[in-house]
């Protein structure tokens, strides 16, 4: 009996060995690095030289995608339309040059025929040549605001479309920081998912050397096997995540090139990853039926040990200071789509002033030089004019363009109207979204911590034999989902954030 029981004893303990030799192979102590095999250590340093990751901030991928995006490039070049066509209005004011010159040549026959006869009697030719050089120049002195209101119209075109590039960057900065993000909180989802794999490997492990020696049923074996399936399961689609936010990343700054990047954690933003710590539980003894309580009988057990990312460690969360009324107000100051929208309005008073002033006449001036050479004899002169032209007046067609252009004014008008209260919605949605989010994430903190606590003591009661493998395996499930929530709870918080400062126009 004794014999019997200090062989079992000497594998539990053999057991205890196995499992913490696993522990320390999963890097127990993230402070020391494992040290890789030479001919690995050569492969890799080949394979690092040969191709090294660059590290790009939010800022330098939104850098990055303002200079490579053509939807800005395109507004750019609307913008440069805008500021050609305002130079093509003011060039009415410009004198009008005109030069020609030519050559012309005529030859005439001339008959006498008499009263009674039609023969000609006498005949006279003549024939005549000269060539003539023209010079003219024609100005626009005043047509009573005609010119000057299509100046403006153009040069407040010329401004909608600044503030459409404007809105353009703006667009792009937003689309930048969201897959910003989504590639941030799919890469804690993996860090989350591998050590729900290590964790899972490790008690798989553990079952399978208690079931052997008796101390668990073979249904837990098979419940642990299955858990460890899930769980690689579960990193290959956390990986595919990951890998498809950084396509949408990369599409959201038209990164074309073949070397990959990574990414660095931001201000609200800022998980560790891959720095995993272990949380040993305290010895635990079970007690079989019949054996006394001295400890004598007793068989002793350590936990395998629990791996987790301290994933609240160093993170600091920084709100966003502001008040609902001075975020409306920024935003009917900065928002360049708003502005776009005044400056078309300003744009359809203007064209309605150029039609109201159609019927106005237009003070010239001009001056010319004719030089004609003509069989030898040259002539020359110069000549001035000024007049006040008056242009044909169709009263009903002034009047349906005034009336059309009216319109316009009006839709223009009512369009900057819905934009106002469009953002104001916006804005208020946006800061609700955030200040809700903002009060959440203090309590999916919490909530980690307490689920990590649970998993802790039903890691350690499953050691000790206290309770089965699916009352562990439920509080694993509930720590991780909080991790994934906790995760989850700051990429909106970003997001609302992002669209909080959109909606006041901010970059």
């Not at 909608?160 to 993000?181: K, Q």
């Not at 964790?199 to 668990?216: C, D, H, P, Q, V």
């Not at 003894?285 to 309580?293: F, L, S």
């Not at 008040?323 to 409306?328: G, P, S, V």
């Amino acid at each position: 009996m004794y014999c019997a029981m200090t062989k079992k004893i000497f594998t539990l303990l053999l057991v205890i060995i196995i499992s913490s030799q696993a522990g320390f192979a999963l890097n127990l102590n993230p402070f020391k690095k494992k040290q890789k095999p030479k001919q690995e250590q050569e492969i890799t340093t080949k394979e690092e030289n040969n191709s090294v990751k660059k590290v790009f901030s939010v800022d330098e991928c939104v850098e990055y995608a303002i200079n490579n995006d053509p939807n800005i490039r395109i507004s750019a070049n609307n913008f440069e339309i805008q500021k050609s066509r305002v130079g093509q209005a003011k060039s009415d004011y410009f004198p009008m040059l005109g030069i020609g010159t030519g050559y012309d040549y005529q030859y005439s026959n001339s008959a006498n025929y008499t009263s009674s006869s039609m023969w000609r009697n006498s005949s006279r030719s003549n024939s005549n040549g000269y060539y003539q050089l023209n010079a003219s120049v024609n100005q626009l002195i005043w047509n009573f605001g005609k010119t000057t209101a299509g100046i403006n119209m153009q040069k407040f075109n010329r401004e909608s479309a600044g503030y459409d590039l404007d809105y353009s960057i703006l667009e792009t900065v937003y689309n930048v920081r969201v897959a910003y993000f989504a590639v941030l909180a799919a890469l804690a989802n993996v860090d989350i998912y591998e050590r729900s794999v290590r964790i899972n490997s490790l008690n798989y492990e553990r079952t399978k050397a208690m079931f052997e020696e008796g101390l668990k049923s073979r249904i837990d074996v098979v419940n642990a096997e299955v858990y460890l399936t899930d769980a690689k399961t579960q990193l290959i689609d956390a990986q595919y995540k990951y890998d498809t936010a950084m396509v949408n990343l990369k599409n959201s700054m038209f990164y074309m090139e073949d070397r990959d990047f990574s990414v660095e954690n931001t201000e609200n933003f800022d998980f560790l990853r891959n720095n995993y710590k272990m949380q040993t539980i305290e010895i635990g003894t079970i007690k079989k039926n019949g054996e006394t309580d001295d400890g004598e009988h007793s068989v002793v057990l350590l936990t395998s040990g629990i791996q987790k990312q301290d994933i609240l460690q160093d993170y600091k969360f920084n709100p966003y200071i502001i008040e609902l009324k001075e975020a409306i107000q920024n935003a009917y100051e900065n928002r360049p789509d708003l502005k776009s929208l005044k400056m078309i309005v300003r744009a359809q008073e203007e064209s309605l002033k150029q039609v109201k002033r159609s019927w106005a006449p237009e003070i010239t001036a001009g001056a010319g030089y004719n030089l004609r050479n003509s069989d030898g004899q040259s002539n020359t002169g110069f000549t001035a004019s000024a007049g006040l032209d008056f242009p044909m007046i169709n009263i009903m067609d002034i009047k349906y363009r005034i009336d059309e252009g009216k319109s316009y004014l009006n839709i223009a008008k009512d369009n900057v109207d819905l934009s106002e209260k469009n953002i104001n919605f916006e804005v208020q949605k946006y800061y609700l979204a955030m200040r809700r989010l903002e009060k959440t994430i203090p309590l999916m903190a919490d909530k980690v911590r307490q689920t990590l606590e649970n998993f802790e003591l039903a890691d350690g009661r499953y050691a000790v034999g206290l309770n089965n493998f699916i009352e562990l395996q439920d509080a694993q499930t509930n720590y991780n989902n909080a991790q994934l929530a906790f995760v989850q709870s700051v990429f909106d918080y970003n997001v609302a954030r992002e669209e909080f400062k959109k909606s006041m126009g901010v970059r």
